[in-house]
């Protein structure tokens, strides 16, 4: 069983485009994260959600908005994609009682290609 | 500069070397975490440690809180281990979110 999920694996779009990015957990974690992953292999995190309620927004441009219907889901939706969106989109999950020292399981990865 | 650095950038070994790789971070952290990512993508957790040393098999990781430094230790290196090598650093307020540092990329020749 894949404990954290993303859909899809691949995106390939036009800019000016809207899309989203699904994440899943199956393992009852609390806490959810998405982080953006560029050229350089650089990660940074974008935003923590816990339990549905939005806690950390690295200024990330408006065009981003995550939601997160249930504790389990944190979608990621994107407005009028542009180039520099180009990028691959790892969504993570974690058990926040445990923070700092939690451990982060990490999905496959969206890979986000902005002809 | 990054709150987290890594060192080297790249690393090439052959087959059977013992491997390090540096992380020093200029941040309080609670906790410091090496990750995983393989030419396929994913990102696996190989340890987290806010003290002392931890192993798992080959792998080895150690952390010197006073001199805000850790290290990696791959010992007896096989070509299965060629990925890129991130170390990541948790603390305070933050609900876990990770700062990462930029990555060692290490291929193994056989």
């Known amino acids: 069983d894949t404990a954290v999920s993303q859909t899809p694996k691949y995106l390939v779009t036009q800019m000016g485009n809207d899309k989203s990015i699904k994440c899943e957990q199956n393992l009852g974690h609390d806490t959810m994260y998405w982080y953006k992953q560029d050229s350089k292999k650089f990660l940074k995190i974008m935003f923590s959600y816990n339990n549905k309620e939005l806690i950390i927004n690295e200024t990330v441009p408006n065009r981003f908005s995550p939601k997160s219907p249930d504790k389990a889901h944190l979608n990621l939706h994107i407005n009028s994609l542009e180039l520099g969106d180009s990028a691959v989109y790892f969504c993570?999950?974690?058990?926040?009682?445990?923070?700092?020292?939690?451990?982060?399981?990490f999905g496959p990865g969206t890979r986000l290609t902005v002809l | 500069k990054n709150e987290v650095e890594q060192s080297p950038q790249n690393l090439t070994a052959q087959e059977g070397e013992f491997i390090t790789i540096n992380c020093s971070y200029s941040v309080g952290i609670s906790a410091l975490h090496w990750l995983q990512q393989h030419p396929g993508g994913g990102i696996v957790s190989l340890f987290m440690?806010?003290?002392g040393k931890k192993k798992h098999g080959r792998l080895i990781a150690t952390i010197n809180i006073q001199e805000k430094h850790s290290s990696l230790h791959i010992t007896a290196s096989h070509p299965r281990d060629s990925a890129v090598y991130i170390c990541?650093?948790?603390?305070?307020?933050?609900?876990?979110?990770?700062?990462f540092g930029q990555g060692t990329i290490l291929t193994v020749h056989p």
């Open positions: 993570a999950s974690s058990q926040v009682e445990t923070a700092p020292y939690n451990e982060q399981f």
């Open positions: 440690l806010s003290s």
């Open positions: 990541a650093v948790s603390g305070g307020t933050s609900y876990g979110k990770l700062t």
